[in-house]
């Protein structure tokens, strides 16, 4: 069903690209191939995904952040454990470097940059959506994202393929989390983050983490209230981690409409002959 929107402007689809593409590598089979026998499930997944969110939600356009994997960030600076530990295999990262040109194909504007994560991306794309008096979907499984919601901006999260979206406003992140969706960041660097490799603070779970910045608002607040004197510093360090980059470089996002030809071309050119026919039949 597509869904119809009060105003008068059509939301801007904002995507965390690496996100979206790690959910379809590890949901599609391997056994898809395109030209020269190239591991290419990826690059399907990630048109499908785009396409079901196109068609059920109508964007005025599509913004995509991707990170820039190997390359350090003011995070990796901070804390020279940050991420530890990830290792991307060639067939994963050779179909990540192909999907900025894939997006692009579509006619859509996307980022990527050295020093920046997707979700600062993402994140400046809201802000500079919602000062303009727009509205904003995000597209990501990052829970660390329910810092963007706000009576402007929802989050898109799927739970099975994308066609099963959960839907995250401030009143959700809420529910979920049990702090206001400005908190999640103090939330995330109280309680820890293990896929990132941030420890949080020493005997802190979730509901615990809920709890003081339901009394002391921030950790900042908690700190001076002489809760976490032997952790202070680096609790601080967290928060700043987990803290989105609104001032991230993003290009301008003027309206578009997908370009099923363009897109359809290069599938073909990928071997994707299946995946093109059903874009040039869009067209």
């Known amino acids: 069903m597509r869904r119809r929107y009060f105003s008068a402007v059509p939301p801007l689809l904002a995507v965390d690209g690496d996100s979206l593409a790690h959910?379809?590598?590890?949901?599609?089979?391997?056994?898809?191939?395109?030209?020269?026998?190239?591991?290419?499930?990826?690059?399907?997944?990630?048109?499908?995904?785009?396409?079901?969110?196109?068609?059920?939600?109508?964007?005025?356009?599509?913004?995509?952040?991707?990170d820039s994997i190997g390359e350090p960030t003011y995070r990796h600076e901070l804390l020279p454990g940050y991420q530890g530990g990830r290792d991307f295999p060639p067939e994963l990262t050779s179909q990540l470097d192909l999907l900025p040109e894939w997006v692009e194909a579509f006619g859509f504007p996307w980022a990527k940059r050295a020093g920046f994560e997707a979700d600062d991306f993402v994140a400046a794309a809201v802000r500079m959506e919602e000062d303009a008096g727009g509205t904003v979907l995000v597209l990501t499984s990052d829970r660390d994202m329910f810092q963007l919601a706000s009576p402007k901006t929802t989050i898109l999260k799927p739970r099975r393929g994308v066609s099963d979206l959960e839907r995250i406003g401030p009143d959700q992140v809420r529910e979920i989390y049990g702090v206001d969706p400005e908190q999640v960041p103090e939330f995330v660097a109280l309680r820890g983050d293990p896929s990132d490799?941030?420890?949080?603070?020493?005997?802190?779970?979730?509901?615990?983490?809920?709890?003081?910045?339901?009394?002391?608002?921030?950790?900042?607040?908690?700190?001076?209230?002489?809760?976490?004197?032997?952790?202070?510093?680096?609790?601080?360090?967290?928060?700043?981690?987990?803290?989105?980059?609104?001032?991230?470089?993003?290009?301008?996002?003027?309206?578009?409409?997908?370009?099923w030809s363009r897109a359809a071309e290069l599938a073909q050119t990928w071997g994707l002959g299946n995946l093109a026919g059903r874009l040039e039949a869009r067209s």
């Open 23 to 66: 959910r379809a590598f590890h949901a599609l089979p391997s056994s898809i191939r395109g030209a020269n026998d190239r591991q290419s499930n990826m690059l399907v997944g990630f048109a499908n995904m785009l396409l079901s969110v196109w068609e059920s939600e109508e964007p005025r356009t599509v913004f995509v952040g991707f």
């Open 197 to 259: 490799k941030i420890p949080g603070a020493r005997g802190i779970g979730p509901s615990r983490a809920a709890m003081i910045l339901k009394e002391h608002e921030t950790v900042d607040g908690a700190i001076e209230a002489g809760v976490f004197n032997e952790q202070a510093e680096d609790l601080r360090l967290y928060v700043r981690l987990t803290r989105l980059q609104y001032h991230a470089p993003v290009p301008e996002l003027p309206d578009a409409q997908p370009n």
